[in-house]
């Protein structure tokens, strides 16, 4: 499906008789990939085909403004702690960030108070961050302007946002949210509930992590009353001056067609579900659940994100992560310690979690 924001590029493109302007192939990469005009508008101050999409972004993404990000979730971060602190300012900050966070710390000047999570003894994966430790140094240092924390994890470990973004609200602070890892959250109500409906401030999500969308996509939300400086002039500091048309354009068609793929979408999240139970009562690994980190501070866990253990096979991580490439040709996106991590999408099949299934069936079967 074709997003308004493609077809207005392409009836564009299709009406120039004479290029004479940038990019250097005039069209013959893609009559996508053109320059700002009166026509097509401009990113740096969202309008034409630009607004359009961004609104259509905040719908979807329930947010009074949405922003396109062309440089990835990264630039969301930076922009983020770019609008709302100053240099000296006092930051609580998850500990199990993304690094762009403590580098936008030290280029800004921000004094990060880091705050830890709990490690489930048997998992061994990070829980989620406790609402009363963000009261405890609420209590200890009256200077802190807010707290960034990460929800969820690339373990698909959900925090529980709205016991934090109320403790915070309530002391007059804001809560800024890395969603990265959770942009599918906003497409089915099987999946945990979203940064923005329990009341982040703002929250940046990574379009080509989790959604039919290429690298280096990514969305900035803001809610309504959110306590920031003009986060578009902060963008406009941070962000490409020569944003590119095609991956705007591949983003919007593939969030455009998330309607149409609801159904598959529903039956995949339900196939993870039903993968996670077998694998758990049929064979020697273990596919971490809800009930195996629960007692960690988790609100809830992304069903669609499979952490594998196959310790009790003798495997760590890289071990699992390796045979499951060597033997069977199945990549996962990555390991830790003691799983691997797979990151299932609406663009996977049910044949694809069959396939990983029998992998794993017949890797716990040899001697």
């Known amino acids: 499906m074709q ?3 493609t077809k207005q590029i392409l009836e564009f493109s299709a009406a120039v008789r004479g290029n004479f302007f940038m990019p250097g192939h005039k069209g013959k990469i893609s009559p996508l990939d053109v320059t700002e005009f009166p026509e097509t508008g401009d990113l740096t101050n969202s309008s034409g085909v630009f607004a359009e999409a961004e609104q259509e972004l905040a719908r979807i ?3 009074e403004r949405s922003h396109i990000l062309v440089n990835g979730a990264t630039i969301g971060n930076f922009v983020m702690l770019m609008s709302t602190c100053k240099r000296g300012d006092k930051l609580i900050v998850d500990k ?7 580098n936008a710390c030290t280029l800004f000047g921000i004094e990060p108070i880091y ?5 489930h003894p048997i998992s ?3 829980g989620g961050i406790d ?3 963000i009261q405890k140094i609420l209590k200890k240092n009256k200077k802190v302007k807010g707290a960034i924390i990460t929800s969820p994890t690339y373990h698909g470990i959900c925090s529980d946002l709205r016991a934090i973004a109320d403790i915070l609200h309530s002391a007059g602070k804001f809560l800024l949210v890395d969603e990265a890892h959770g942009a599918h959250f906003y497409f089915s109500e099987k999946l945990p509930l979203t940064a923005m409906e329990q009341g982040a401030d703002m929250c940046v999500v990574s379009a080509h992590k989790t959604l039919p969308a290429p690298g280096q996509t990514a969305i900035l939300n803001v809610r309504s009353g959110a306590p920031h400086k003009n986060v578009k002039d902060c963008i406009n500091i941070l962000q490409t001056s020569s944003p590119s048309f095609i991956l705007i354009s591949q983003m919007m068609d593939g969030i455009s067609q998330m309607p149409e793929l609801s159904e598959h979408f529903e039956r995949l999240i339900t196939a993870c579900e039903d993968f996670a139970l077998k694998v758990n009562q049929n064979t020697r690994a273990t596919c971490v659940t809800w009930n195996h980190v629960n007692k960690c501070h988790v609100a809830q866990k992304d069903q669609t ?3 594998i253990n196959l310790s009790r096979k003798g495997y760590n991580g890289k071990g699992a992560f390796d045979l499951l490439w ?3 040709k199945i990549r996962a996106e990555t390991y830790d310690d003691d799983n691997v991590i797979c990151i299932v999408t609406v663009c996977n099949t049910l044949e694809d979690l069959d396939n990983l299934y029998n992998a794993i069936v017949e890797i716990c079967e040899v001697q």
């Open 3 to 5: 997003s308004n924001f």
């Open 61 to 63: 993404f329930r947010s």
């Open 96 to 102: 199990l960030c993304h690094h762009s966070i403590p």
């Open 115 to 119: 705050i830890e999570r709990t490690i």
């Open 124 to 126: 061994a994966i990070h």
């Open 131 to 133: 609402p009363l430790d």
């Open 305 to 307: 994100r499979l952490i």
């Open 326 to 328: 060597e033997r069977h």
